[in-house]
């Protein structure tokens, strides 16, 4: 079974640009989550989407958005780039039923210069 | 609103010593979810374990085990028997309630080093 895989691995951007980051979610699950993760620093929650709605929002600004499609893979979209935005951006998925434990993509390190 | 506290940024243990990593919440809500994740250098999250508010029995996983203490509001890790790759950073998450708003958050991590 793949995991959760999360696109690109690694980029760089300049302060004022937009960036788009990819999820795909393990197959049968409906709920994806992304979170930043400043270096050295815990993980801030950044969105929650399931079953192609966004259920919750973090403390983050406007800039910071996002979409799921119908297959349940979703986009973090954060425009207008800011230094302060690197970090490694995390996209995890789960059922909604259970415990739902979230299972973790690799990750996509953001550097904005 | 739920929060979420690790208190030990950093911690150094002897390997094959037991560790207790510390982990105490707040909410209001009564149905809650709790769990514990670790994430080793690579950066990967790694799911270890978790407990439920309604879950009569402490966790266990191998060598891992919540301890599950309610009243107090922690749910402290316990690794038995650590082991060199078990140094890493250690994040507590907590879920709030099942309603459809329902988010997980994540404490501030505590960095084991195992030393050999």
């Known amino acids: 079974e793949a995991g959760v895989t999360q696109s690109p691995t690694h980029l760089i951007k300049t302060r004022g640009q937009q960036v788009t980051l990819r999820c795909s979610p393990i197959?049968?699950?409906?709920?994806v989550y992304w979170y930043q993760q400043a270096l050295g620093l815990g993980l801030q929650f950044l969105l929650w989407y399931d079953e192609g709605e966004e259920r919750n929002r973090g403390n983050f600004p406007p800039r910071f958005s996002g979409r799921q499609f119908p297959n349940y893979s979703s986009e973090l979209n954060v425009n207008a780039l800011e230094l302060e935005d690197s970090a490694l951006y995390l996209c995890?998925?789960?059922?909604?039923?259970?415990?739902?434990?979230?299972?973790f993509g690799a990750g996509s390190r953001l550097t904005v210069l | 609103a739920q929060k979420i506290t690790q208190t030990q940024p950093g911690m150094f243990v002897q390997e094959k010593e037991a560790v207790t990593l510390d982990c105490t919440y707040d909410t209001s809500d009564p149905s809650y979810g709790l769990f514990w994740y670790k994430q080793p250098s690579s950066g990967e999250m790694i799911f270890l374990i978790y407990q439920g508010s309604y879950d009569q029995q402490n966790a266990t996983e191998g060598r891992y085990s919540l301890n599950f203490q309610k009243a107090r509001k922690s749910a402290n890790l316990v690794i038995s028997a650590s082991q060199l790759g078990d140094s890493a950073m250690y994040f507590c998450?907590?879920?709030?309630?099942?309603?459809?708003?329902?988010?997980?958050?994540f404490g501030s991590g505590t960095r084991l080093s195992i030393r050999p």
């Open positions: 197959s049968g699950h409906t709920s």
């Open positions: 998450a907590m879920r709030e309630g099942y309603s459809s708003a329902s988010k997980i958050i």
């Open positions: 995890a998925s789960s059922t909604t039923a259970g415990a739902n434990v979230l299972t």
